[in-house]
């Protein structure tokens, strides 16, 4: 089984990197959210601080929250245009061919959701690593002595991405295997990648929107992502706001702490690998 797994997780791996128009709309989508949060909402985080705040400490604390969004919005994204691979060879019966092999078809399942695992951390990764460069470009990883990342927070911060890709993989390696054809699957990729950043809090903090729309928005499972990374990557700060992180982490309409939100996304990661394994929505022809 291990090594059937391996062979088709590599041939999904190079179907992927063969493909370079698949690699630039992969890192277009995370892209686009960097850009975007430089020059509109970067405004919206700073002027959330009270105006006795340096300047200094308040570009600091928007450029943690491009970094919060940026990786929220990466591990959505990333997840659901790593699914192309998968909707291709459904596309063109591939999978079914894979399906009449002596190989099971949870294996066959699993493959995609492992490829998509690990390409997921990747591409995150990366832009964990672009939004420290930028702030090391913007002057902000270090201001009045304080770090906005070190070594303890920055593997928090990195542990927490890991389990968002590993969420998002599993819920859309399952969700866009109903899907057949790559007509069907672009416009529903184009239209979740363009609205994600406000869908989870990214883009817009929640705290500015109505608590009934916050509410709702919390009950997606990558709202609690993005609430995972924040409550650490703002502790420590001098931003006068460390407890704003608890006061917005909210589900089911109660304000919960962080082990509470890492519990719902425990749950969710468990129910979907569960249904990649054992539920198999291609029907065989």
Same mark, same amino acid.
């Given at each position: 089984m291990a090594v059937q797994l391996w062979q088709l997780y590599k041939r999904h791996f190079l179907i992927f990197i063969k493909d370079r128009k698949r690699i630039f709309f992969t890192f277009m989508s995370p892209m686009i959210v960097f850009l975007c949060f430089i020059l509109f909402a970067r405004t919206i985080y700073k002027e959330s601080l009270p105006s006795s705040i340096s300047e200094t400490i308040k570009n600091q604390y928007a450029d943690i929250n491009l970094m919060i969004g940026l990786l929220a919005v990466t591990t959505f994204t990333s997840a659901i245009s790593l699914s192309a691979v998968m909707i291709s060879d459904a596309e063109k019966k591939i999978l079914n061919d894979l399906y009449m092999t002596p190989v099971k078809s949870s294996v066959v399942r699993f493959s995609y959701l492992l490829f998509n695992i690990f390409l997921n951390i990747i591409i995150s990764t990366l832009m964990y690593l672009v939004s420290v460069i930028w702030m090391l470009i913007d002057k902000t990883f270090e201001v009045n002595g304080i770090k906005s990342i070190n070594g303890a927070k920055g593997f928090y911060i990195w542990l927490f991405v890991i389990v968002g890709c590993v969420l998002n993989s599993s819920i859309f390696v399952? @969700? @866009?295997?109903? /899907?057949? #054809?790559? #007509?069907?699957?672009?416009? $529903?990729? !184009? !239209? /979740? #990648?363009? $609205? !994600?950043?406000? /869908? $989870?809090?990214?883009?817009?903090p929640l705290q500015t929107f109505p608590r009934e729309v916050a509410e709702i928005s919390s009950l997606i499972p990558s709202t609690q992502i993005s609430n995972l990374i924040k409550h650490f990557a703002l502790q420590n700060l001098g931003f006068g706001q460390t407890n704003t992180t608890q006061e917005f982490i909210i589900l089911f309409g109660q304000n919960i702490q962080w082990w509470g939100s890492f519990i719902y996304v425990g749950c969710w990661i468990l129910l979907n690998i569960i249904l990649n394994f054992f539920v198999q929505s291609y029907k065989k022809k």
């Open positions: 399952f @969700l @866009l295997s109903f /899907l057949k #054809s790559s #007509s069907a699957f672009s416009p $529903i990729s !184009a !239209a /979740l #990648s363009a $609205i !994600a950043g406000f /869908l $989870i809090g990214a883009f817009v």
